[in-house]
Each structure stands twice: as C-alpha cells, then as structure tokens.
C-alpha cells in the first residue's frame, strides 16, 4: 500500500512562490504516474500537473501553464510542484496522488492513491 505525505503549502501573497513536496512509501514506483490536483473552496478537484516515474514526460493544466514546475527525486522517492508567481486562484487544497501507469492522465478516478492534502492561500 503505498502511502503519500505532501508539505510545503501556506500563506503566501499574490505574485508569491511555494514549493509543495509529496513523500511516496510503502512500494515500488517504478512505471508509476505522479499527479498534483487543487481543489478551491466549494468546487471539485482539479487536475494541476503530472509526470511520470521514469522518463520527462510532464503535463499541466492550461492554467498553470509557465507557472508551475513538476519535478521529481527518484532516490527520495518524492515529488514536487514548484509554483511560481502565484495568484489568489491558485487557493485551495492541494493533492498528490499516483497511478499505476506510465501515460499521463489527467482525470482524479484514474490514479489510484492519494494524499491528505495541503493548504495553500494566496491572498491579494
């Protein structure tokens, strides 16, 4: 059972930078999927960025597009989302997750272990 930790979110003002971080254990992550979703204050959870276990292959969401960086540390077996010049519509709770796949997906009912969440506030 593999089991995700993120950190990193805050408060932060507009125009700001976080870096969120997501812990992976409890299994092999090999041919595995990395996804971070957001979801803001009564609205449903949004696909942010991907990238796969092993390769370059990354994907975003056309709003954070330039913004935000998805990375990865296969030794720590940890992932990260750098977010850069942020506004007050990036709030929300942000959400690491994997899927058992190797080709990017960008639905929530496709991956297949989640985080607890982290809260991140951009004020204006």
């Known amino acids: 059972q593999v089991q995700l930790v993120e950190s990193g979110g805050g408060l932060v003002q507009a125009g700001g930078s976080l870096r969120l971080s997501c812990a992976a254990s409890g299994g092999t992550l090999s041919s595995y999927l990395l996804g971070w979703f957001r979801q803001a204050p009564g609205k449903e959870r949004d696909f942010v960025a991907a990238i796969v276990w092993y390769g370059d292959n990354t994907y975003y969401a056309d709003s954070v597009k330039g913004r935000f960086a998805i990375s990865r540390d296969n030794a720590k077996n940890t992932v990260y989302l750098q977010m850069n010049s942020l506004k007050p519509e990036d709030t929300g709770v942000y959400y690491c997750?994997?899927?058992?796949?190797?080709?990017?997906?960008?639905?929530?009912?496709?991956?297949?272990?989640w985080g607890q969440g982290t809260q991140v506030t951009v004020s204006s």
């Open positions: 997750a994997i899927a058992r796949s190797s080709v990017i997906h960008t639905i929530q009912d496709r991956y297949d272990f």
